[in-house]
């Protein structure tokens, strides 16, 4: 048994569901419109290009989670289920889940998007344990803040050992699935790193060190 884990993002899914979730807050009139989609736009291009500041994007993408209560955030997050999530599950992604459980590994998702978004994904797809970015809580309601290190390029690698040593696991036999050269230092980390419909630097940096290059797109 070895622990297999997983990027979300254009990895099991096809589609950011950070970048998602926030053109769905557009479409609900839960931001300003002009503003929220230009900044929106510049993080994604910000992160594609390996440049993003991540505290930077966090100020604004875990405002809106402030800004309403859990009870207007837990029926928006149905909706976008359903409508801006579902129609993107990769059935490929479902297999090689399914692969990986009845070998009896131990499936993790890791992503760099946060538990708001991600934990309802995660579940949907079966996956026990995530490492997602931690927005704060107070009281019931988020603050707009972050809690701990955010799991985004070396950060995952960061939280990644702590539940490693919590769990008095090890990365021994460990798979891990990307797409993107951001989790270049965590696909360095384990045994078996696959690219997934890699992103141009890292299909290149996985051809250069001979890694696997699989496709989980139709």
């Excluded at 059935?91 to 998007?113: F, N």
């Amino acid at each position: 048994m070895s622990l297999a884990i997983f990027d979300l993002d254009n990895t099991l899914i096809a589609t950011d569901s950070d970048h998602a979730w926030g053109e769905f807050l557009l479409e609900q009139g839960a931001v300003d419109a002009e503003a929220y989609r230009a900044a929106n736009d510049r993080f994604m291009a910000d992160y594609e290009a390996g440049t993003l500041d991540i505290m930077a994007f966090l100020a604004v993408a875990l405002e809106p989670l402030a800004a309403n209560s859990p009870e207007q955030l837990a029926a928006w997050h149905r909706q976008f289920m359903a409508e801006m999530i579902e129609p993107h599950i990769l059935p490929r992604g479902e297999a090689l889940l399914a692969d990986h459980r009845e070998r009896g590994d131990t499936l993790m998702i890791i992503t760099a998007t946060n538990r708001f978004i991600t934990g309802p994904i995660a579940e949907r797809l079966g996956v026990e344990h995530l490492i997602a970015v931690e927005p704060e809580m107070r009281d019931g309601r988020y603050t707009g803040k972050v809690s701990g290190v955010p799991s985004y390029r070396e950060g995952k690698v960061t939280c990644l050992e702590a539940w490693l040593a919590e769990q008095r696991q090890s990365l021994a036999g460990a798979w891990f699935y990307s797409d993107s050269h951001n989790d270049l230092p965590l696909l360095e980390r384990v045994d078996n790193p696959v690219a997934v419909d890699p992103d141009p630097t890292l299909r290149a940096e996985a051809k250069r060190r001979g890694w696997r290059i699989i496709s989980l797109r139709d």
